[in-house]
């Protein structure tokens, strides 16, 4: 092999070697569990019952959930995530139990890649809904709806200097409303705070 042909693939290699090494660690996997609390009224009227009014409501549950981030330098990152969470809703007619699924995507903040870092989030998603009571639609299915979702949370971070192990703890807002069309009785937007602890893993 000639002494040209040996420097361009050693030049080759080095531009190649040169972006793969800068990616180092940009991945990241996480896996969380924690609670959900609601914070919204089902309904904005009330009705009366048993001589007082009272509204529907969700009461908390638990939630569980992974993602998975693209950090594109130490401070700025790409997230994607779902999560479970759930929950029942307390009426006088019944405690109907729910599930919720979370999809969504975010754009993350954080002060540092290692350490006890902060960091904060923002972002846009999916919650499908989906009541397993006994309660029926007109056509005699068990109504489900899917809502467009905002998302927005912040927490901490602690991922020991070089290492691939991190943990974290966070609380997030859910804000979406209902599809009338299914649920006539819930015209109020909804806000879940979601209560997270997890592990994450670099690669």
């Known amino acids: 092999m000639r002494l040209d042909q040996v420097s361009i693939g050693v030049t080759l290699a080095a531009l190649i070697a040169t972006p793969l090494a800068a990616q180092d660690h940009r991945f990241q996997v996480y896996g969380h569990a924690g609670a959900v609390t609601p914070l919204a009224n089902l309904q904005q009227t009330s009705y009366p019952s048993g001589g007082s009014q009272v509204f529907r409501h969700f009461s908390g549950g638990v939630q569980f959930g992974a993602g998975v981030f693209l950090w594109l330098d130490d401070n700025l990152g790409l997230r994607g995530e779902g999560t479970y ?3 029942k809703v307390s009426s006088p007619e019944s405690n109907a139990s729910w599930s ?11 002060s540092a890649a290692y350490g006890l870092a902060p960091f904060g989030y923002f972002g846009f998603g999916i919650a499908r809904l989906d009541e397993s009571g006994s309660r029926t639609d007109a056509i005699g299915v068990i ?10 949370g912040g927490g901490l971070n602690f991922t020991p200097e070089g290492g691939v192990l991190g943990f974290f703890a966070e609380a997030s807002l859910l804000v979406y ?24 893993f670099r690669f």
């Open 143 to 152: 109504p489900t709806a899917t809502r467009p979702a905002g998302r927005f």
């Open 100 to 110: 919720k699924i979370f999809l969504g995507g975010d754009i993350v903040l954080r």
């Open 85 to 87: 969470a759930g929950a």
């Open 177 to 200: 409303d209902f599809n009338q069309t299914r649920f006539p009785f819930y015209d109020k937007v909804q806000t879940d705070v979601a209560w997270k602890g997890g592990i994450s």
